[in-house]
């Protein structure tokens, strides 16, 4: 089904290149190749739960602004033909419009030239985009401020934040303050700049109670403050990133192939078909009747038998998880896999003795 909405939207794209004027052929008659890849990197404190890449946002625009897709990453195609010039790749892992609790945005936008007749490949590498703040309320303060109400203000815009809350309030790299209101009053407590990813945690405090003004204490507390500069989607793996300790340390299916032959190797990917033995150059996606391996790919919508890894099922608990006769819900889903790497397994790089498996 992915691949005929592929095609659907990629022939009137291909027609438009060759009808419109400012994308008339070159001079040798050579288009180029426009690729891109995003993987997972290193997690740190600041990261909560891992996004899924697969729903990231991926937005291609040519050098006059128009829009060459625009969609879902796990949706987009492997590749995409284009004429010799400069194109904008852009990428986000959620919309952000302003203050917003658990609303972390991770993006990248990079800028690549296309040669005539050259191939292009576009590596993103995700990090924070915007920042955080925590407030904690010390007992005094409560005391003090009974009815008052905390707000985390940027610009025009405020969020509410309870004495209670524990999340984090994410806003744009700039200028925040804190603001109290009580009994009708609005009173800017602290300012501060942030940088995108920045995650700030300060604590407030009112030793003395029915005051504002200097006697509220507002104090950054820098055994609770980070700067998530480790947490990349894409690029190297700060603490090692070798597929050994761990399935958050698990390599992507494009970098498996250069573990052959390693034993006890974490590889994660979205599962995008099986019944590899009977499949040509595209992996099976519909009418799984195999349920002894599975394919997995860099993202949902590849489906090139190339760009995928084999997964061996070995008979048991992962079997049991994973196969898609019996799992069929399974199909564009993001799981981590821990087995041994070999160079060929149905055609490809493959996973044989899988072991231990994780779905997010």
Known sequence: MK???MLAWLLPLLAGLTACDDFALSPDGQMGLLRWVLDKGTLTKASGEIPDTNDFILTIRDADGKTLYEGSYGDSPESLPVQPGSYTIGIVSVPFKG????KPQYGDRQVAVVPSGGTVTVKL???LQNAGIRLKTAPDFLTSF????????QDADKLKYGYYEK???YVFPGDV????SNEGKDEILFTSHVEAREILTLNLSAPTPGTTGSFVSVAVDTSKNWTTDSF???GDHPEGGNG???????VSVADAPSYSGQSGIWVYGYIVGGDLSSAGKSVKTEGISKNTHIALADRSSITAKASCIAVELPKGSVRDALNLVDHPELQGKRVYVKGNVVSSYFGTTGLKGTKEYRLP
Do not use: Y
């Open 177 to 180: 303050s804190v603001m109290l």
């Open 232 to 234: 990349v989607i894409g």
């Open 146 to 153: 009974p009815d008052g109400v905390l707000f985390i203000k």
């Open 244 to 250: 050994e300790n761990g399935w958050e340390q698990a």
């Open 125 to 127: 590498q995700c990090t």
């Open 3 to 5: 691949t005929k909405r």
């Open 167 to 169: 999340r984090i309030a």
């Open 99 to 102: 203050p917003a609790f658990s």
